[in-house]
């Protein structure tokens, strides 16, 4: 993947990624935060009733997802999360420095965190990240909630084949 990315303010103010070389953005330009709380959040997140909860995302390309789902645990003092997230091309911390959302609580630690180790991020959240290709990495057991946040089938159709997309029903 071509590494120029381009800072775009979506409808909801929040900003997304482009990607020209995919002519692909990371998030909906209807509103990069409005879709991750409707699609991850409202839809996967509350919809689990569990005191300790393990999502895999696929693609934590800005780490929003992460991000959010970091908020709405620590708005539930109970609720404890195991977050492990894989990705194959890191935004470079440049980068998400210059997102709008960058200088929320949390949003930086995310990044900051260590790569192939688990980070306790606050009380409520750790998080993991693994660095590669989601046909490559052992994907943990155990999980409650899968974000699969991968690029359009035509453009990254590695990511959506049958074998993978059964593998995480399995989980």
Same mark, same amino acid.
């Given at each position: 993947?071509?590494?120029?990315?381009?800072?775009?303010?979506?409808?909801?103010?929040?900003?997304?990624?482009?990607?020209?070389?995919?002519?692909?953005?990371?998030?909906?330009?209807?509103?990069?935060?409005?879709?991750?709380?409707?699609?991850?959040?409202?839809?996967?997140?509350?919809?689990?009733?569990? =005191? @300790?909860?393990?999502?895999?995302?696929?693609?934590?390309?800005?780490?929003?997802?992460?991000? +959010? /789902? #970091?908020? &709405?645990? =620590? @708005?539930?003092?109970?609720?404890?999360?195991?977050?492990?997230?894989?990705?194959?091309?890191? +935004? /470079? #911390?440049? &980068?998400?420095? @210059?997102?709008?959302?960058?200088?929320?609580?949390?949003?930086?630690?995310l990044h900051e965190a260590c790569w192939e180790q688990p980070v306790q991020?606050?009380?409520?959240?750790?998080?993991?990240?693994?660095?590669?290709?989601?046909?490559?990495?052992?994907?943990?057991?155990?999980?409650?909630?899968?974000?699969?946040?991968a690029f359009a089938p035509d453009k990254q159709p590695e990511m959506w084949?049958?074998?993978?997309?059964?593998?995480?029903?399995?989980?």
């Amino acid at each position: 993947m071509n590494n120029e990315k381009i800072i775009e303010i979506t409808a909801d103010g929040s900003h997304t990624l482009f990607v020209p070389s995919l002519n692909e953005h990371y998030h909906s330009i209807n509103g990069a935060i409005q879709e991750s709380e409707h699609v991850f959040i409202e839809a996967g997140l509350r919809r689990i009733v569990k =005191e @300790k909860i393990r999502i895999f995302e696929v693609g934590f390309g800005t780490g929003l997802n992460a991000w +959010l /789902t #970091l908020r &709405e645990a =620590e @708005k539930q003092a109970n609720r404890k999360i195991q977050y492990y997230a894989v990705e194959a091309y890191p +935004l /470079t #911390l440049e &980068e998400v420095r @210059k997102l709008n959302y960058a200088s929320e609580n949390y949003f930086l630690s995310l990044h900051e965190a260590c790569w192939e180790q688990p980070v306790q991020i606050t009380s409520s959240f750790s998080i993991c990240k693994l660095l590669g290709d989601c046909n490559e990495i052992k994907v943990p057991g155990n999980i409650d909630l899968v974000y699969f946040d991968a690029f359009a089938p035509d453009k990254q159709p590695e990511m959506w084949n049958q074998e993978i997309l059964i593998g995480y029903m399995r989980l």
